[in-house]
């Protein structure tokens, strides 16, 4: 194995220095331009003129979002086939990009088991088939292994399937769970599973966004969606009953969402009702399902708090406008409503942000972040004092796993970084020590020690030092000619994690840079980091991001002619604005489901996820966040220019950004650009905003993206 490894380690090089040499020798000629292809298919001009704000606005595309007109979607396949001959030419190219990484997976596989409630639980995967089994074995490893889900069989001749949770009653004997088969995020259908008969139990659900089990094995309460996809309406479904199922919670303020959860130790169920500022929570116990549902704390504006449930306690994570960063706070199982009765336990802190809270018998678990880093803490509740679990690397990224025991003594969590693959471990609270579980393997074989990570601060244009997390092969030239791929997403608080991605290694070992920009907007760096990157802010994310690429370009790992961008959704809202604001920067853009009609869609109350998102773009209702928003909307500020080469996505199915959004950017960059580069509309007509759902459906789709990013840095192999 040794001397295969070695032999494979060279022949990554050679390719490595071929690559490279192929890149400098026909960069300048290499690159087919739009002029050696058909003509694009051309959308129609059907000019729609709006008034708002005293402003008019013409939209000549306005009429791409009329999903069944059969015109629009006669469109779509005329994109799909454009892109298809167009990219036709590297068909071998993604072939080979797919098998690469397809090499990367062990196909074989199964998940670290997880005990809950008398059984272990795990996922497993099989050579060649696209979908998890979900499984279990009671008591004991050994025993007997029982199917509760096949994906790959319930997927049979369906172009896509997507399966949301699932939950067994505390009998063992029920299972619940939540599947569709077009791809939205949004709309599942609920259906049970009698595992002592093996048979499916002949009730549904349909629209269902969550659902918890009460304890007495029959009663399901679950949540559905308004028309704008709005999670706002809880119902109690009691299995075999022929009653209309009740109306538990009806949320009226269009934007708050509604939840459900239930505590680690099964004794409380919750529902939790949200906008991005405020928030309220409702429970009941789990053992008496027809209760009414108490408030925990009435909503406040600003007031942002969770709950979690000990049998001693409350616990909650708060924030407010003076804690940003959250707090934790305790309060008695009576007398909670009483805000005075509740106490410090960790104070707020304005250097680190507490992303999460878990609770055990004898221990508080936190998800932290500080400095832009994960970290796990762990407070033993008897003593008060507080542990960390210790990380090698200078960038990495850890996260609690499921640990559903609430006696347990040990935490489960994951640990990755940009050259180390996830790593599955038990944390023994009593003895503070960690335990590898698993590895992920590489079949294909994988040196961490062959790649350089680095943590690089770019200076923003206000002077905000932000944060960039680097990977390469070691023994890379700073010599500005180093194709790079950057990445980023920045809006709703996510922090753009600094992960292992196996994929991504086909790049690099052909040469690449991959970079991770930690913009404003995400809170990598907290709370604030977060409030600086969105309403008014907004533009912070995209400077930020700008800066990021200048700085590659400033230390010479790259320049404007080798560097490529992505994002998707509201990552794509980044690509189409940075594009507009430096469009000779970028070599190459790749927006996945782009979400790039701003102004449009905040105006429009009807469409998934509108209203609930004035807190973080804001209300074009109101001039000033109009203007604002007008300001950088993508496909609002697209003018007569050179653009980058372009690669868009979309889902027909699409719940979160909707298909249209892609089809009229592309549209309308096609209609204005004077340059001769390729952009592209590439529309999956079977799924929505996570494309393709099989294991190896998605590799095909992350080949055709390499794949053009490679082609048209002029590379072929």
Same mark, same amino acid.
């Given at each position: 194995?040794?001397?295969?490894?070695?032999?494979?380690?060279?022949?990554?090089?050679?390719?490595?220095?071929?690559?490279?040499?192929?890149?400098?020798?026909?960069?300048?000629?290499?690159?087919?331009?739009?002029?050696? !292809?058909?003509?694009?298919?051309?959308? #129609?001009?059907?000019?729609?003129?709006?008034?708002?704000?005293? !402003?008019?606005?013409?939209?000549?595309?306005?009429? @791409?979002?009329?999903?069944?007109?059969?015109?629009?979607?006669?469109?779509?396949?005329?994109?799909?086939?454009?892109?298809?001959?167009?990219?036709?030419?590297?068909?071998?190219? /993604?072939?080979?990009?797919?098998?690469?990484?397809?090499?990367?997976?062990?196909?074989?596989?199964?998940?670290?088991?997880?005990?809950?409630?008398?059984?272990?639980? !795990?996922?497993?995967?099989?050579?060649?088939?696209?979908?998890?089994?979900?499984?279990?074995?009671?008591?004991?490893?050994?025993?007997?292994?029982?199917?509760?889900?096949?994906?790959?069989?319930? #997927?049979?001749?369906?172009?896509?399937?997507? @399966?949301? +949770?699932?939950?067994?009653?505390?009998?063992?004997?029920?299972?619940?769970?939540?599947?569709?088969?077009?791809?939205? %995020?949004?709309?599942?259908?609920?259906?049970?599973?009698?595992?002592?008969?093996?048979?499916?139990?002949?009730?549904?659900?349909?629209?269902?966004?969550?659902?918890?089990?009460?304890?007495?094995?029959?009663?399901?309460?679950?949540?559905?969606?308004?028309?704008?996809?709005?999670? %706002?309406?809880? !119902?109690?479904?009691?299995?075999?009953?022929?009653?209309?199922?009740?109306?538990?919670?009806?949320?009226?303020?269009?934007?708050?969402?509604?939840?459900?959860?239930?505590?680690?130790?099964?004794?409380?169920?919750?529902?939790?009702?949200?906008?991005?500022?405020?928030?309220?929570?409702?429970?009941?116990?789990?053992?008496?399902?027809?209760?009414?549902?108490?408030?925990?704390?009435?909503?406040?504006?600003?007031?942002?708090?969770?709950?979690?449930?000990?049998?001693?306690?409350?616990?909650?994570?708060?924030?407010?406008?003076?804690?940003?960063? %959250?707090?934790?706070?305790?309060?008695?199982?009576?007398?909670?409503?009483?805000?005075?009765?509740?106490?410090?336990?960790?104070?707020?802190?304005?250097?680190?942000?507490?992303?999460?809270?878990?609770?055990?018998?004898?221990?508080?678990?936190?998800?932290? /972040?500080?400095?832009?880093?994960?970290?796990? /803490?762990?407070?033993? $509740?008897?003593?008060?004092?507080?542990?960390?679990?210790?990380?090698?690397?200078?960038?990495?990224?850890?996260?609690?796993?499921?640990?559903?025991?609430?006696?347990?003594?040990?935490?489960?969590?994951?640990?990755?970084?940009?050259?180390?693959?996830?790593?599955?471990?038990?944390?023994?609270?009593?003895?503070?020590?960690?335990?590898?579980?698993?590895?992920?393997?590489?079949?294909?074989?994988?040196?961490?020690?062959?790649?350089?990570?680095?943590?690089?601060?770019?200076? #923003?244009?206000?002077?905000?030092?932000?944060?960039?997390?680097?990977?390469?092969?070691?023994? $890379?030239?700073?010599?500005?000619?180093?194709?790079?791929?950057?990445?980023?997403?920045?809006?709703?608080?996510? +922090?753009?994690?600094?992960?292992?991605?196996?994929?991504?290694?086909?790049?690099?070992?052909?040469?690449?840079?991959? =970079?991770?920009?930690?913009?404003?907007?995400?809170?990598?760096?907290?709370?604030?980091? %977060?409030?600086?990157?969105?309403?008014?802010?907004?533009?912070?994310?995209?400077?930020?991001?700008?800066?990021?690429?200048?700085?590659?370009?400033?230390?010479?790992?790259?320049? +404007?002619?080798?560097?490529?961008?992505?994002?998707?959704?509201?990552?794509?809202?980044?690509?189409?604005?940075?594009?507009?604001?430096?469009?000779?920067?970028?070599?190459?853009?790749?927006?996945?489901?782009?979400?790039?009609?701003?102004?449009?869609?905040?105006?429009?109350?009807?469409?998934?996820?509108?209203?609930?998102?004035?807190?973080?773009?804001?209300?074009?209702?109101?001039?000033?966040?109009?203007?604002?928003?007008?300001?950088?909307?993508?496909?609002?500020?697209?003018?007569?220019?050179?653009?980058?080469?372009?690669?868009?996505?979309?889902?027909?199915?699409?719940?979160?950004? +909707?298909?249209?959004?892609?089809?009229?950017?592309?549209?309308?960059?096609? =209609?204005?650009?004077?340059?001769?580069?390729?952009?592209?509309?590439?529309?999956?007509?079977?799924?929505?905003?996570?494309?393709?759902?099989?294991?190896?459906?998605? @590799?095909?789709?992350?080949?055709?993206?390499?794949?053009?990013?490679?082609?048209?840095?002029?590379?072929?192999?």
């Amino acid at each position: 194995m040794k001397k295969l490894s070695f032999i494979f380690a060279v022949l990554q090089v050679t390719m490595l220095l071929s690559c490279k040499e192929k890149l400098k020798n026909e960069h300048t000629h290499s690159i087919k331009m739009q002029s050696d !292809y058909l003509k694009p298919p051309i959308a #129609a001009v059907k000019a729609k003129e709006f008034t708002e704000h005293g !402003y008019k606005r013409i939209d000549n595309y306005f009429w @791409l979002k009329e999903k069944e007109n059969p015109e629009v979607i006669k469109y779509l396949k005329a994109e799909n086939t454009y892109c298809d001959s167009v990219m036709k030419h590297t068909e071998t190219l /993604r072939k080979k990009l797919f098998d690469e990484m397809k090499a990367r997976i062990k196909e074989v596989d199964q998940s670290v088991p997880v005990f809950e409630n008398g059984y272990f639980y !795990y996922n497993r995967t099989e050579e060649g088939k696209q979908y998890a089994i979900i499984c279990r074995k009671k008591g004991d490893l050994k025993a007997n292994e029982e199917i509760l889900i096949d994906g790959n069989k319930m #997927a049979e001749g369906k172009s896509t399937f997507l @399966l949301n +949770s699932f939950n067994l009653s505390s009998d063992n004997k029920i299972l619940a769970y939540a599947s569709n088969f077009n791809g939205s %995020y949004a709309e599942f259908t609920l259906k049970f599973k009698n595992l002592e008969t093996n048979k499916e139990i002949i009730e549904s659900i349909e629209k269902v966004d969550g659902f918890e089990w009460a304890n007495d094995n029959k009663t399901v309460f679950y949540v559905v969606a308004n028309e704008a996809l709005r999670p %706002y309406r809880v !119902y109690k479904h009691v299995l075999g009953s022929k009653e209309k199922d009740e109306l538990i919670f009806e949320e009226k303020d269009d934007q708050f969402n509604v939840g459900l959860g239930k505590s680690k130790n099964n004794e409380l169920i919750f529902i939790s009702s949200g906008s991005f500022t405020s928030s309220e929570v409702r429970f009941i116990s789990a053992d008496k399902p027809n209760e009414q549902f108490k408030i925990f704390f009435p909503r406040e504006k600003d007031v942002i708090y969770e709950v979690v449930h000990h049998k001693s306690k409350f616990f909650i994570l708060y924030k407010d406008d003076n804690n940003k960063n %959250y707090k934790i706070l305790e309060a008695p199982l009576k007398g909670y409503e009483d805000k005075k009765s509740w106490k410090d336990v960790i104070p707020y802190d304005p250097e680190t942000k507490i992303e999460e809270i878990d609770v055990f018998e004898k221990y508080l678990t936190m998800s932290v /972040r500080n400095g832009g880093l994960s970290q796990i /803490r762990i407070m033993d $509740l008897a003593n008060k004092k507080i542990s960390s679990i210790k990380f090698p690397e200078p960038v990495y990224t850890v996260y609690k796993s499921n640990t559903p025991g609430y006696n347990s003594t040990k935490l489960r969590y994951s640990y990755s970084s940009l050259n180390r693959p996830n790593s599955v471990f038990d944390y023994d609270m009593v003895e503070n020590k960690s335990k590898k579980l698993k590895e992920q393997e590489i079949p294909s074989g994988f040196k961490a020690d062959d790649y350089e990570v680095k943590r690089l601060f770019a200076t #923003a244009s206000d002077g905000v030092k932000v944060p960039m997390a680097i990977v390469y092969k070691k023994g $890379l030239e700073l010599n500005g000619k180093n194709p790079t791929l950057l990445y980023s997403y920045g809006s709703y608080g996510y +922090s753009t994690e600094a992960n292992f991605n196996a994929n991504v290694y086909s790049l690099i070992n052909r040469g690449f840079i991959f =970079a991770i920009a930690q913009i404003r907007g995400g809170s990598e760096m907290g709370e604030k980091w %977060y409030d600086d990157g969105k309403l008014m802010n907004k533009k912070n994310t995209f400077t930020d991001f700008v800066s990021c690429a200048e700085e590659l370009v400033k230390l010479k790992y790259t320049s +404007s002619d080798f560097l490529a961008i992505n994002g998707g959704s509201a990552g794509g809202l980044l690509m189409g604005a940075v594009t507009n604001l430096r469009p000779d920067l970028f070599k190459v853009v790749v927006a996945d489901v782009p979400f790039v009609d701003v102004i449009n869609t905040m105006l429009d109350s009807s469409l998934p996820l509108t209203t609930q998102e004035y807190e973080q773009w804001g209300n074009p209702n109101e001039k000033l966040a109009y203007d604002y928003i007008l300001s950088y909307s993508p496909y609002d500020n697209l003018k007569a220019v050179n653009y980058p080469n372009i690669l868009a996505t979309g889902g027909i199915n699409d719940s979160q950004v +909707s298909y249209h959004e892609p089809a009229k950017w592309v549209a309308k960059i096609r =209609a204005l650009k004077k340059d001769n580069n390729i952009v592209l509309l590439k529309t999956n007509m079977d799924s929505g905003h996570g494309g393709a759902s099989g294991r190896f459906d998605r @590799l095909k789709e992350v080949a055709f993206r390499y794949a053009f990013i490679l082609d048209r840095m002029g590379l072929s192999e």
